[in-house]
């Protein structure tokens, strides 16, 4: 996943991340959680995959 930056240019999302998959109650893939690797703190600690209309539905059916 790839987000664009204010300059036009492309920047990976989960660039030096752990990643985990957010799966629904059938095991498919709806969402990623990425965890930063270093120690840099100007970044977050956790970066999730953009909300979407999948997610939501999948989240209001498990509430």
Sequence with gaps: ??????????????SDR???TIRDQ??????FSG?????????P???NSPESLLL???MNFLI
């Design 56 to 58: 939501i539905n999948q």
């Design 1 to 14: 996943m790839f987000v664009v930056w204010d300059d036009g240019t492309l920047h990976d999302r989960f």
């Design 35 to 43: 965890r930063r690797l270093s120690a840099d703190d100007t970044q």
């Design 45 to 47: 600690k956790y970066v």
């Design 26 to 31: 059938y095991g498919h893939p709806i969402a």
């Design 18 to 20: 752990v990643l985990f």
